[in-house]
């Protein structure tokens, strides 16, 4: 209980810094924009890890993630399209991208076993962040009925995804 | 006399028949990454048709190795049930989908 609180803390600072530094909920096209870049960001990492692992646990695991996380930003573009929102770039969303983009280049650096177990930890954190934003900012400030309820499911997959990553990680050790 | 002797013998052979040759069709839906129902059954000869609601691929795979069906995102699939037995199956992408399938002889 407490550990799951101080990691929703944790994440909810982590992506929600930028949104209330600006004193506002995020508004629905800046949420669509944040929820399509997280799910970009594990994409490329998950595209990163199937070139470089020869692991089949992380290579299974990478190829769920892209093909979770591409059926979730599928929906979400025939979603904008739908309500005709165009989705808002935001300082969440360019400071997740900061982050990622440095990971990335952390991680090329990183070979055979050493790279594995730093992707494994690092899809732990990183679902952990996401899923305590999704609980506690996005889904919350989320308006549209059909925005709230897509986020609910890519919690409920995330959340899976982060007990597959912890199992993945726990097994590497 | 005769007509009333044969009128039940056919109708019990015909009843007998219909009932090991009438195969059935069981639906049982992955919807919001949850199996419904979580227990079912059914006998060897029936269909199983998954429906699959979501937008995410899910597999029906059993633990014993028996079956591994794939649904691709909103269709539906099918499978002929060849073995009798209780049967524990997941989906291999989010196992945490979990269900029984009980099949009868």
């Given amino acids: 209980m407490f550990v799951r609180l101080s990691a929703a803390i944790a994440a909810f600072g982590l992506l929600s810094s930028a949104a209330l530094a600006q004193g506002a909920k995020p508004t629905d096209p800046q949420i669509a924009h944040i929820a399509y870049t997280a799910g970009v960001i594990d994409i490329a990492a998950a595209k990163q ?18 093909r979770d996380h591409e059926a979730v930003n599928k929906q979400a573009l025939n979603l904008v399209k739908k309500l005709k929102v165009t989705p808002e770039d935001n300082d969440t969303s360019r400071s997740l991208s900061k982050n990622a983009a440095d990971k990335l280049a952390e991680l090329a650096k990183l070979k055979g076993a050493e790279f594995d177990k730093a992707y494994a930890a690092n899809e732990v954190a990183y679902h952990k962040a996401v899923d305590g934003a999704l609980e506690t900012l996005l889904i919350p400030s989320a308006t549209n009925a059909e925005l709230k309820s897509l986020l609910q499911t890519g919690l409920k997959i995330f959340q899976g995804h ?10 590497l050790k | 006399m005769t007509p009333r002797w044969t ?34 059954t059914a006998k060897v000869g029936d269909t199983i048709e998954w429906v699959n609601k979501d937008i995410f691929v899910h597999t029906a795979t059993a633990r014993n190795g028996d079956w591994d069906v794939t649904m691709p995102p909103k269709k539906t699939v099918t499978l002929v049930l060849k073995k009798a037995g209780p049967i524990d199956y997941y989906c291999r992408f989010h196992p945490n989908m979990k269900a029984t399938l009980t099949v009868g002889p």
């Fill in chain 2, 7 to 40: 009128l039940p013998i056919v109708a019990v052979l015909v009843s007998g028949i219909s009932v090991s040759a009438r195969a059935e069709t069981v639906q049982i839906s992955m919807e919001n990454l949850v199996i419904s129902p979580a227990e079912a």
């Fill in chain 1, 162 to 171: 982060e007990q597959h990553a912890e199992h993945v990680a726990a097994a």
């Fill in chain 1, 49 to 66: 890890a199937l070139s470089k692992t020869g692991n089949k646990d992380i290579k299974a695991f990478a190829q769920d993630m892209v």
